[in-house]
């Protein structure tokens, strides 16, 4: 009877000790998740692990460092790795084999090197994570294990949690952001020129602003090419940076080719920008000339002009190749990024040629803003003599005798300008006699230069008469 119950109880213990090997076998040779789940419940040596980001981006490669040195993975003959990953208790997503893993070791720059989170010999573990049919950022689990060939207990196990991500909705999501900041963008330059057209006939609705070429446009209205370059740029990035911090959960350092390409869209739009102020403004007076006669409305230059899209390759009513240059190499360039950059912004690369010539273009469109025939400074120069010569012709009809009234010196003003026109005619020097003539050829050339820059606006002739009281 002794003897029979001892032989059951060494009987179950090899029974229970069977079971046991066979579990931990499981967990490097079996090809069902279950099994091998099971199986890691009794693994071997647990080893930590840093995740490389914050969270788990299913459908996209995950980085996981080992704390475990890559030399002595690689001594160790024979070893070969997997992983499972685990979307919720009930929903294991995939059992991942040895060739899908690939190891390397820690760069020495890597941040978590340079924060002593890790040593730089450390293993880096790339591993593909399936794609999740729907993940809010629920948590998840990686294990990841090492199986020596001939030995069914792991060498040893990596466990990760974090929340996993999913690219069906981090995308629509990264483009609500963008939609939201562009939405901002147009209701701020709406109270913008809000206050400053006030309600003037020219003022553009909300709706309208929305097109981008109008919510770039520059100080005359018009399309401007450089600052819709740099806003679609920004845009772009802005959308990447954001798509990156909802998948991986961290911000993505910026690659010396991105900086590059802000920096010479952002020159480019301060140079063509300060090009076009010192080109095509009117100067105060002249403006105001303008204004007081009916040319342009209260607001001025800004309450005329409208922004089109033709504009952005259009220069003096002629196709400028230059800058159709520059739309395509930054379309290109966006794709590039849209495509190549949903991973990592870090390590996007522009080839230097295609920087070059964007760079090229930049000039080339500032400096043909500079060799353009200056027709608003031509402008200018004829409303600033036009005006002296209207000064001359109210000079000379106040001085001037009204032939038809016999009125002794001094003359009074004169009442309308058909009197001032007979004063004027009336004078004692050859010279001033013509005033009103030479005042008249210049006003009528001053409205042919005014109508090419604003063909939308009427002058009229009785708004080209001089102003005598």
Excluded at 52 to 63: N, R, V, Y
Aim: neutral net charge; contains cysteine.
């Amino acid at each position: 009877m002794h003897k029979s119950l001892t032989t059951t109880l060494v009987a179950v213990c090899l029974a229970i000790g069977a079971s046991t090997a066979r579990a931990e076998e499981s967990a490097c040779e079996s090809t069902t998740v279950g099994e091998v789940l099971k199986g890691l419940a009794s693994a071997g040596r647990a080893v930590d692990a840093v995740p490389m980001t914050e969270f788990i981006a299913t459908g996209s490669d995950l980085q996981i460092i080992l704390d475990h040195p890559y030399e002595s993975i690689k001594s160790i003959e024979g070893l070969t790795f997997r992983a499972v990953v685990v979307a919720d208790p009930d929903n294991p997503l995939a059992l991942l084999l040895g060739p899908s893993i690939a190891l390397r070791q820690i760069e020495a720059d890597n941040p978590k090197v340079t924060a002593h989170r890790v040593a730089n010999t450390a293993t880096v573990a790339t591993l593909p994570v399936p794609p999740a049919r729907w993940s809010m950022w629920d948590q998840g689990t990686v294990y990841l294990f090492a199986c020596r060939r001939g030995v069914g207990k792991p060498e040893f196990v990596t466990t990760l949690k974090a929340p996993m991500s999913w690219r069906g909705f981090c995308a629509p999501l990264a483009l609500m952001i963008v939609i939201g900041v562009y939405l901002l963008s147009a209701t701020a330059v709406l109270f913008v020129d809000k206050a400053r057209r006030g309600t003037a006939a020219g003022a553009l609705r909300w709706s309208q602003y929305l097109d981008p070429v109008n919510l770039t446009a520059d100080i005359n209205r018009r399309g401007s090419l450089s600052k819709l370059q740099i806003l679609f740029f920004s845009l772009v990035v802005a959308g990447l940076l954001s798509y990156i911090v909802m998948r991986a959960g961290v911000l993505s350092d910026l690659s010396p080719s991105i900086l590059l390409l802000l920096g010479i869209s952002g020159v480019g739009a301060a140079a063509s920008k300060a090009a076009e102020v010192s080109r095509n403004r009117l100067d105060f007076e002249n403006w105001a000339w303008l204004i007081r006669k009916g040319w342009l409305p209260e607001g001025g230059l800004v309450t005329v002009g409208r922004a089109q899209w033709r504009d952005l390759v259009m220069t003096a009513d002629e196709f400028d190749v230059y800058h159709f240059q520059m739309i395509v190499f930054s379309l290109v360039v966006g794709g590039a990024l849209l495509s190549t950059g949903l991973s990592d912004l870090a390590s996007f690369k522009v080839p230097e040629t295609l920087l070059g010539v964007l760079g090229l273009s930049q000039v080339v469109y500032v400096g043909g803003m500079l060799v353009t025939p200056p027709s608003y400074r031509n402008l200018d120069d004829s409303l600033t003599k036009l005006r002296e010569l209207e000064a001359d012709f109210v000079r000379v009809a106040a001085i001037s005798l009204d032939p038809t009234s016999g009125a002794i010196q001094p003359p009074m003003p004169p009442g309308d300008l058909a009197a001032a026109k007979r004063r004027a005619e009336n004078a004692t020097s050859a010279n001033d006699r013509t005033a009103y003539s030479k005042y008249k050829d210049a006003a009528s050339n001053a409205r042919v230069m005014f109508k090419s820059l604003f063909a939308q606006r009427d002058v009229t002739d009785n708004q080209i008469e001089p102003s005598f009281v």
